[in-house]
């Protein structure tokens, strides 16, 4: 993800209202690893700023989600998650916790059978390996 100066010169660009608010968010974005929800990011960004509504937070996710900055997902997690990471990868979900990571996997070319695509244009493709994470692996004592 670009700097958070950097999504303020965009988000202004782009013809949309810059506050201290949305500066706020892009500030907890920049180089979360942890895919958050909106819950997630409202959460720190009301600790700093207690006015700030949830609606504010949705608000700005899905512009910078419009305007190619983040990735909204959906991981079968209950919420929809957000990524800053806009590079081509792949992700791993605890079911146990519902952490989320990224991953990098050589995955081969594969053909798509014609037929069964009739009328379908693949425009991505993300891989989502489901299992455990460490600590939710670890025996209980």
Do not use: W
Request: glycine fraction near 6%; include cysteine.
């Amino acid at each position: 993800m670009r700097s958070p100066s950097d999504l303020a010169d965009a988000f202004r660009s782009s013809g949309r209202k810059l506050t201290p608010q949305r500066e706020r968010i892009f500030r907890v974005l920049h180089d979360n690893p942890t895919h958050p929800t909106a819950e997630a990011v409202h959460a720190e960004v009301v600790a700093d700023m207690p006015s700030v509504s949830l609606r504010t937070v949705y608000s700005t996710l899905h512009d910078l989600a419009e305007m190619g900055e983040l990735v909204q997902l959906d991981l079968g997690t209950g919420s929809s998650r957000f990524d800053p990471n806009v590079s081509e990868h792949h992700h791993l979900v605890c079911d146990g916790c519902g952490r989320v990571q990224d991953v990098d996997l050589a995955v081969p070319a594969f053909e798509l059978d014609v037929d069964a695509a009739r009328g379908f244009h693949v425009d991505a493709t993300q891989i989502v390996l489901r299992g455990r994470c460490i600590t939710c692996s670890e025996p209980v004592a």
